[in-house]
């Protein structure tokens, strides 16, 4: 059983397989699902566990068709970054 994740954060991340996942590998997965999907307690471990830098840099740099427009709208006031968004398909 993986110890790493949180019930809170297993919840949306429920598309991946928690126990082959890599903190610093798949970090932008984990920090765009928390931040497009997660509960208070969710957000909270993020924040204990990725720098805001490395959070930010998330938002500021989405990834194609994995975010919730309100979501990154609401992120990018929190973090004063402006999203460099992307085609999901060049």
């Known amino acids: 059983m ?5 019930a809170s954060v297993k919840a949306v991340l429920w598309s991946y397989d928690v126990d082959k996942l890599d903190l610093r590998a798949h970090k932008a997965h ?3 699902n928390v931040l497009n999907l997660g509960t208070h307690d969710a957000v909270a471990w993020l924040f204990a566990t990725y720098s805001r830098h490395e959070i930010a840099a998330q938002v500021e740099h989405p990834r194609p068709g994995e975010w919730n427009r309100k979501s990154l709208n609401y992120w990018a006031l929190v973090f004063g970054v402006e999203p460099k968004v992307t085609a999901r398909f060049a």
């Open 2 to 6: 993986n110890t790493r994740f949180p």
């Open 30 to 32: 984990i920090i765009t």
